[in-house]
Every structure is written in structure tokens, then in C-alpha cells.
């Protein structure tokens, strides 16, 4: 896993060197690690990607991945479009 | 060299931090969860100095000046870009009104110009030009990226020594007389205490519970935390819509493109008075309802997935102006900032941050405007100009 060309994010194309980067450079909250890189930000909402950036968080902090919280899901959890939430859309 | 502690790492707490330690002083910063997890991770990005008064207009021209520097002081990438501002009038009453405000901000060296809607249109591609008469332009005005912008400041602060501790919060203060003279803190579990020479209360919306712990009337500065919302569309080619687009007479609805990942960012002044500090759960309403005011100004938007929404606090003064200046001795405040303190933030930094190292800055910061004990006194200033 500490290939630096494995892609961890595929929404937002962040590498698992780039997560271990940052973690190395003393930012450890998973909350700063999802902001700085977008890592779990893109339209899947991390559903792919949180899981492996904990598994690397847990291992590099002696942490167990159960005691790091999952990051805040954002609503809505699936992409809509604008006009059928705003109503008058036929859709 | 004194100890300061500053309360709150939000964007003010930390870039005050930055300053401190640059003219000398040994920093201690408490935040009480996680670094920008107030507002600060929250906010719209945007930087404006079109403002309608003169204090306002004055420091954020300073501002920009400040932020148009910050990548190549700080070394590292904050995405600050020029985007501009536009502010759309829906009728002649506004169009003067408009006129009025350029006037007064070109005064101050701000460039705005009242622009025809064919300029609009190709400054917002996307833009519905019909309901509108004319625009407000500056195109000096823009957005950075928050996430970046703080972690620059905090990274070079720890540099300088800044002893920047996340997860400990501040738990009551020590009070002599006039001056605080210690700070108890809560970090894993135990409370522990630290001297200090000086305290600045940088909790924007939580001001008035640390303002309760120095002694002080929990409501000396009036600040209430008001519940605000953005929408976010999946991302969308670059330069639709990348300045700051607002019809103000349509409940401040804007929108603007994320400077980062291009997704369009859509707020409004649909407004909830939050039901406790912990409240940032969003609502169904503001969803529906921005997205109404944001498909009227760029129809194409109906098509973009929404893929996001989030909430945050608008620390609100009576007179939507920040509180900035001295309430005891040694302790301090920048708070209440409403929905504009990340575009003021590298200028009350350093003026607030000189103030405490030196007693005075040569920030153009006008400290009776901002006067936090102007509210005891029942002098509230015009209100500023706040959208969103
Ligand atoms: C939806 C929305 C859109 C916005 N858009 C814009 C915009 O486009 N442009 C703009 O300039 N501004 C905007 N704002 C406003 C901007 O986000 C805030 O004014 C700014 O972030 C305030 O920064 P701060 O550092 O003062 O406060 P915060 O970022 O709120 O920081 C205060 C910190 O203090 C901490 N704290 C509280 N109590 C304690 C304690 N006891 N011990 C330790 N720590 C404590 C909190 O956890 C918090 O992190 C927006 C706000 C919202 C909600
Ligand atoms: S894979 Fe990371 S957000 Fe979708």
C-alpha cells in the first residue's frame, strides 16, 4: 500500500503517498487530512475512498480504525439534479 | 518576550498566532476540536471591499492587499484568485443606491465601476441577464481556498514556535483586578493551567461563553450564532461563473464557482437561529430555497447535480460588525464577524496581534468603529453590508 502510484480517491485523484505525506508532516484529524487533500469530497462522498484513508491513518498513528470516526457524510447523499430540487422540474 | 494565549483556532485564531509569533511573542493557541471546524471550514470563500461604509471599505482594502501577498509570505499555495464581484440592482432605486456605494469605494482606491448587463454576460457566462438593470463591478474583489489559507498560517506559525494545540479546550479563566492571569484548559481528559500575560478571545460565535469566564457580562458583546447554509453542484467547466454573482434584493442569494474543483457554491440569506452551539444540521427549506434564487440567476444550473450541503455559523453582532479590541487589561477579542471574517482576516490578524505585542498598529483599522464595548454603550454603528 505504500506504493506512491496507488490511487486511494478516484473522485478527487488523491495517491495513498500523498495521505502519507500529510500524515507525516504532523496532520493527524481526519477532518483536516479530508479538506486539505479533498480526499472524500467528490460525488461518491468517500464512500470508496474513507475506508482505505482510515486503514492508512489507523496503521500510521498505532491507532484502531474503529476509534477513528468516519468524516460527516454531506446531504444529499446521492447526487440530484438542481432543477428536481428546486421543484417545477418534470422529472 | 510575554505569553499570549488566543482562544479559538478559526481562521482569526490562527492567523493572529502567525503574526504574534512574527513580532516576537510566545504563543500558545487552543482550539477546542479540530483547526477551522467552526465557520471557518464553512464559508463561501469569498473576499470582497465592496462595502457601503468607510471603515469596512478601508480594511478590506488592506486586506486584499495583504491576501494578494500571502501565498509568497506564507510559501504555499492558497488559491487566492481575482475573480471579482458583482452585485446585480433589480430596480432604478438600486441602481442608484449602487452608484452611491462606488462613489464612496472608489474614494477609498477601490476600482469598482457600474457595468450594462452585456458586460455581465461575458464577465458570468451563465448569467440570466433579464431581471437585472445593471451591475456593481470590482474585479479586484475574489475567493481563496480556506482549508489552504489556514494551514499555511498554522504551519508557519508552528515554525516560529507556536505551541498550537487541537482537541484541548479552554475551561475558565484566572482573573486578578483588571487582568487575567491564567488560562485553564481540558486536554485528554485533564484539566491543567498555564500563566499568561495576555488572552485574546478569537471563538467568533462562541465569544460570550469566554467572555463569561473572564468575569465580564456573558452578553457585553452581544454575539448570536446564526444558523447559515451552502448548496454545491458537482464540478462544472471552469470560468461559467467565478466571481461572486448577487442580486442583493433577492434575499442575498449568490452564487459562486469553488475556486479548487469548479462545483458552483450557492448560498442565500435564508436564515435559522441556531438551536445550540452544536446545531449545524441543514435544512430542507434552505435547499429548495437557494436553489430557486440560484437557477434564476444562471438558468444552465438547473442541469448540475447538487451534490453537497453543510452549515455553519454567521456570528452576528446587532450591527453586524465585528467586535475588535481590548475588554479587560490584558484581554482581548476579535469576534462577531457575521459573514465576512475570512476576507478579514489577514488584516485584523496583524492589527490585533500589533495592538497586543506593541499597543498600536499601522493597520488602517478604525478602532472605535470597532469598539466591542460600543454595544454596553448603546452606540450601534451602521450596519455593514453583509450578504448571504
Ligand atoms: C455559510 C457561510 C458562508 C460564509 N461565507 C463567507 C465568505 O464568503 N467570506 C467570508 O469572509 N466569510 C464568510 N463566512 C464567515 C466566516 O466563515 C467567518 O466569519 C470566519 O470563518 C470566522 O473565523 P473565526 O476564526 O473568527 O471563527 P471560527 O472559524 O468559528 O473559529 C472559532 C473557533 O473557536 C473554537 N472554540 C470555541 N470555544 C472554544 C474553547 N472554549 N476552547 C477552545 N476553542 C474554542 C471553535 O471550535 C472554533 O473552531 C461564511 C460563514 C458561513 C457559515
Ligand atoms: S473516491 Fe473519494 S470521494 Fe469518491
Known amino acids: ?91 | 518576550m510575554s505569553k499570549v494565549a488566543i482562544i479559538g483556532g478559526g481562521i482569526v485564531g490562527v492567523a493572529t498566532a502567525y503574526e504574534l509569533a512574527k513580532l516576537g511573542e510566545d504563543v500558545v493557541l487552543f482550539e477546542k476540536s479540530y483547526f477551522g471546524s467552526g465557520s471557518t471550514f464553512r464559508c463561501a470563500t469569498g473576499i470582497r471591499a465592496q462595502f457601503t461604509d468607510e471603515a469596512n471599505i478601508r480594511l478590506m482594502k488592506y486586506s486584499i492587499e495583504r491576501w494578494e501577498k500571502l501565498e509568497e509570505e506564507l510559501g504555499f499555495d492558497i488559491n487566492f484568485r481575482q475573480t471579482g464581484y458583482l452585485f446585480l440592482a433589480t430596480s432604478e432605486e438600486e441602481v442608484e443606491a449602487f452608484k452611491a456605494n462606488i462613489k464612496l469605494q472608489n474614494r477609498f482606491g477601490v476600482p469598482t465601476r457600474l457595468i450594462d448587463m452585456d458586460e455581465a454576460k461575458e464577465i458570468v457566462l451563465i448569467l440570466n441577464t433579464e431581471p437585472f438593470l445593471a451591475g456593481a463591478w470590482n474585479p479586484k474583489d475574489g475567493k481563496a481556498n480556506p482549508f489552504k489559507t489556514l494551514f499555511a498560517y498554522l504551519f508557519r506559525a508552528k515554525e516560529m514556535g507556536v505551541d498550537a494545540r487541537e482537541q484541548v479546550e479552554v475551561v475558565g479563566l484566572e482573573r486578578e483586578g483588571d487582568e487575567i492571569t491564567a488560562v485553564k484548559f481540558r486536554s485528554r481528559g485533564k484539566v491543567e493551567r498555564v500563566k499568561v500575560d495576555a488572552v485574546l478571545n478569537a471563538t467568533n460565535a462562541w465569544a460570550p461563553v469566554i467572555n463569561e469566564m473572564a468575569g465580564l457580562k456573558r452578553d457585553i458583546v452581544p454575539i448570536k450564532a446564526c444558523k447559515h447554509q451552502l448548496v454545491k453542484t458537482e464540478p462544472l467547466e471552469r470560468g461559467q461563473a467565478e466571481p461572486l454573482v448577487c442580486p442583493p434584493s433577492w434575499n442575498d442569494a449568490y452564487i459562486i464557482q469553488d475556486g479548487e474543483d469548479g462545483g458552483i457554491i450557492c448560498g442565500a440569506g435564508i436564515e435559522h437561529e441556531a438551536k445550540s452551539l452544536d446545531d449545524v444540521e441543514p435544512t430542507y427549506d434552505f435547499l429548495r430555497g437557494v436553489l430557486r434564487y440560484a437557477l434564476m440567476i444562471a438558468p444552465p444550473l438547473r442541469y448540475a447535480h447538487v451534490i453537497r450541503q453543510w452549515a455553519g455559523f454567521y456570528a452576528k453582532t446587532p450591527d453586524s460588525n465585528p467586535a475588535i479590541g481590548k475588554l479587560l487589561e490584558n484581554f482581548y477579542i476579535a469576534a462577531g464577524f457575521s459573514g465576512h471574517g475570512f476576507m478579514m482576516a489577514p488584516a485584523v490578524a496583524r492589527a490585533i496581534a500589533e495592538l497586543i505585542a506593541k499597543g498600536r498598529s499601522k493597520v488602517p483599522l478604525d478602532w472605535d468603529w470597532y469598539d466591542p464595548y460600543r454595544f454596553e454603550r448603546g452606540e450601534l454603528r451602521t450596519s455593514a453590508f453583509q450578504i448571504g
Open chain 1, 1 to 91: 500500500m505504500s506504493d506512491g502510484m496507488v490511487i486511494v480517491c478516484r473522485c478527487n485523484d488523491v495517491t495513498a503517498e500523498e495521505i502519507e505525506e500529510l500524515i507525516d508532516s504532523g496532520v493527524t484529524d481526519i477532518e483536516e487530512i479530508k479538506r486539505l487533500l479533498r480526499v472524500g469530497m467528490g460525488p461518491c462522498q468517500g464512500r470508496t475512498c474513507m475506508p482505505i484513508v482510515i486503514s492508512i491513518l489507523a496503521r500510521k498513528t498505532g491507532r484502531k480504525p474503529e476509534d477513528i470516526p468516519l468524516p460527516r457524510a454531506r446531504v444529499p447523499v446521492r447526487p440530484v439534479r438542481a432543477g428536481v430540487l428546486a421543484g417545477g422540474d418534470d422529472e
